[in-house]
T-cell receptor, first 110, second 114 residues
Framework: SQQGEEDPQALSIQEGENATMNCSYK?????LQWYRQNSGRGLVHLIL?????REKHSGRLRVTLDTSKKSSSLLITASRAADTASYFC??????????FGGGTRLMVKP | DAGVIQSPRHEVTEMGQEVTLRCKPI?????LFWYRQTMMRGLELLIY????????DSGMPEDRFSAKMPNASFSTLKIQPSEPRDSAVYFC????????????FGSGTQLSVL
């Protein structure tokens, strides 16, 4: 079963614009992670935010976490055509099971 | 490091045949996961191992699916007999406990059962 649900399911923007994807989850978590998947490839880890953190940055990526609302957002600033991919949030709860959401398909038009 | 290595990259087989997918995790990683990805169901966790021991196989869809990890550097996922609804991309991933569960994925095996 999917713990996280991404919103929107698909997003199309122009190069240079910012892209924001949201993730909602249902149960308590230890951490939340974002992954990217290029077409025909495996998932690649982007960033991890722990339950006691509220915001984290990595290059052009900014992740926020609101545990009271059980939600997270991923912001990609100054998007590039190479950012075209599917983006998944994944939550880690008790034990070591990582549960993935359905993903957001991002298309960045040059 | 070569990353997680899966083979074959593509597999086409006929219904009823046995299919074996293979995975070599990253050296030193103590967790190994098998996921299945389809358009309809997204990314599903099938089974995971810790130090070569299966911990949770509740995601394995049926008895036709089995997974083994005979040593720290090799795992297999077997489907016998295969059915068309098993068609999907199967991913293997590994992680090191100290990395708080960050997963490293292989490139996947695209399975088509005709």
């Amino acid at each position: 079963s999917q713990q996280g649900e991404e919103d929107p399911q698909a997003l199309s923007i122009q190069e240079g614009e910012n892209a924001t994807m949201n993730c909602s989850y249902k149960t308590s978590i230890n951490n939340l992670q974002w992954y990217r998947q290029n077409s025909g490839r495996g998932l690649v880890h982007l960033i991890l935010i722990r339950s006691n953190e509220r915001e984290k940055h990595s290059g052009r990526l900014r992740v926020t976490l609101d545990t009271s609302k059980k939600s997270s957002s991923l912001l990609i600033t100054a998007s590039r055509a190479a950012d075209t991919a599917s983006y998944f949030c994944a939550t880690r709860s008790a034990g070591n099971m990582l549960t993935f959401g359905g993903g957001t398909r991002l298309m960045v038009k040059p | 490091d070569a990353g997680v290595i899966q083979s074959p990259r593509h597999e086409v087989t006929e219904m009823g045949q046995e299919v074996t997918l293979r995975c070599k995790p990253i050296s030193g990683h103590d967790y190994l996961f098998w996921y299945r990805q389809t358009m309809m169901r997204g990314l599903e966790l099938l089974i995971y191992f810790n130090n070569n021991v299966p911990i949770d196989d509740s995601g394995m869809p049926e008895d036709r699916f089995s997974a083994k990890m005979p040593n720290a550097s090799f795992s297999t996922l077997k489907i016998q007999p295969s059915e068309p609804r098993d068609s999907a991309v199967y991913f293997c991933a590994s992680s090191f406990q100290g990395e708080a569960g960050k997963l490293f994925f292989g490139s996947g095996t695209q399975l088509s059962v005709l």
